[in-house]
């Protein structure tokens, strides 16, 4: 792996800034890689678009922006329709089913669709929709270790560690069913 950058885009609220957050420390703390992690957010914050971006790479990062992703995880409608075609060919697109629905799916694209909120709800919570999200990356892309995950998770969210990691693992499992259907 040279260089991976992914954008992560929902609407605030969703924990897409943690997500990056999350994603970038797994990498780098605990799976040794380098990382840089960007985010983006709008003034009124929850409800309002917002984005984090990270570059995860196993030698060093030149350029800490994403340029052209080889990732988009939409937890939003409208964060799909602003970003989807930023997606180098080739690239990934891993969609919330319960808030997205793709227009048209491109050729030279991989789509993916996990039901991280209908998952999230079914665990107790929908706040963790973001973690089940960050289970179908891990298990989808293989950008980073499923112990680094579990570990970051863990170190993020001390005191809701059973739930996350209950969320993370459901999301796991769905990235897993879905790539055994190819």
Request: aromatic share 6%.
């Amino acid at each position: 792996m040279a260089r991976y950058e992914v954008r992560i885009a929902g609407f605030g609220g969703q924990g897409v800034v943690t997500a990056g957050y999350v994603l970038g420390q797994s990498a780098c703390l605990f799976d040794g890689k380098n990382a840089t992690m960007t985010q983006s957010y709008g003034p009124e914050a929850r409800g309002g678009a917002c984005r984090s971006e990270a570059v995860i790479s196993d030698t060093a990062i030149d350029f800490p922006k994403v340029v052209k992703p080889g990732l988009l995880v939409a937890m939003s409608q409208e964060a799909y329709l602003l970003y989807h075609e930023d997606v180098k060919e080739g690239g990934t697109i891993i969609l919330d089913e319960d808030l997205v629905s793709p227009s048209e799916e491109k050729k030279n694209i991989k789509y993916y669709k996990i039901p991280a909120t209908r998952t999230a709800e079914a665990l107790g919570n929908r706040i963790v929709a973001n973690v089940v999200m960050l289970g179908s990356v891990v298990s989808l892309t293989r950008m980073v270790s499923e112990e680094a995950m579990k570990k970051a998770v863990e170190a993020r969210w001390p005191r809701f560690s059973e739930l996350n990691l209950k969320a993370l693992k459901k999301g796991m499992a769905l990235g897993r069913q879905l790539l055994e259907k190819e």
